[in-house]
């Protein structure tokens, strides 16, 4: 391999462009960890073929092509990321049975500035976060691998037709088609609403602060109030998960009693408002990480409380303290 100061301009392209690979990569693959695997593949295999870059396309979509390459490559098992609601039937918390699954079979959490571009344009912004949200990469992991790629370099990315097509090595016909059937198969999915975290309004920052509150309180009482009367919970990596108040509330006040006590400590996953939740530490001293909880807001009401619990994976991600005093 050549000396890393012949290639100036592969080398600053590489920095500019790894944030939205990164969130290419990830909306395509379902995982923050499989997506920065994936660019540093894409970047490994850009070095190894630089003398065979012609110029034909700009650098950026030359990185693109090797991307969805390593992606289609890497999706070629036919695995896909999912959420607990795309797996099983909602459980009642008399009966709830927690069952665990591996890792590679959940759709995961990644941190916004690992995936979404800084720009100063509210609209190019709100889309971003819109394409990351888990309702939207989850509803991404039914479509085939090239449908996908399609659907979000079309619908995301904003390239035109032929530029996908001279990427993908196909027709303008053939993704305008491709294109189209994705759209119906991501309508079928009926993705339930959400709203982005950054910047919040004013209610939305209101019904976070309340439900920070009644959380650290365990009031669940309140916290029920906070809530859509259909709102979901889930915990991967088990496949439960629970719908309504009835069912969520006694979910708190039983098998998670042990969360009384907690703190939370606010970040953002996904375009979403998040917390990284401590529960007391068995000692008596401070608190220790249990959950990274992930929360879907609509029209000023929690739809969905996702907690996700391998918090050896996500803290560190997130940059979250791994010990509270």
Request: aromatic share 8%; hydrophobic share 45%.
């Amino acid at each position: 391999m050549s000396d890393l100061a012949t290639r100036p301009e592969l080398d600053s392209a590489m920095d500019r462009h790894r944030t939205e690979l990164t969130g290419y990569c990830y909306r395509m693959l379902g995982s923050a960890f499989d997506a920065e695997d994936a660019v540093q593949d894409t970047y490994i295999r850009a070095w190894r073929s630089y003398e065979k870059f012609e110029g034909r396309s700009s650098l950026r979509s030359w990185l693109y092509r090797i991307a969805t390459n390593v992606c289609l490559d890497l999706l070629a098992a036919g695995k896909k990321r999912a959420r607990p609601m795309d797996l099983t039937a909602p459980q009642h918390q008399a009966s709830a049975v927690l069952s665990e699954r591996p890792e590679v079979t959940w759709l995961e959490l990644v941190p916004d500035a690992r995936v979404l571009p800084q720009t100063a344009d509210p609209a190019e912004l709100a889309l971003a976060k819109e394409s990351v949200r888990l309702a939207f990469v989850a509803a991404l992991q039914h479509l085939p691998a090239k449908q996908r790629a399609v659907l979000i370099l079309r619908e995301v990315l904003a390239w035109k037709a032929d530029e996908v097509a001279t990427l993908l090595d196909t027709t303008v016909a053939s993704v305008n088609s491709a294109l189209q059937r994705a759209r119906a198969t991501l309508a079928a999915t009926r993705m339930r609403a959400s709203e982005a975290a950054d910047p919040l309004d004013a209610g939305q920052a209101e019904l976070l602060e309340q439900y920070l509150a009644a959380f650290e309180a365990y009031d669940i009482s309140r916290l029920t109030t906070l809530l859509h009367e259909d709102a979901v919970l889930s915990m991967p990596p088990f496949d439960l998960w629970l719908q309504g108040h009835e069912d969520i509330a006694a979910w708190h006040l039983n098998q998670g009693i042990g969360c009384r006590g907690s703190r939370l400590v606010a970040t953002t996953a996904n375009g979403m408002p998040a917390f990284g939740q401590y529960r007391p530490a068995a000692d008596g001293r401070g608190h220790t990480p249990w959950a990274l909880q992930v929360l879907e807001v609509s029209e000023g009401r929690i739809v969905g409380l996702n907690a996700f619990l391998d918090t050896a994976r996500w803290f560190p991600l997130f940059g979250l303290p791994d010990h509270l005093g």
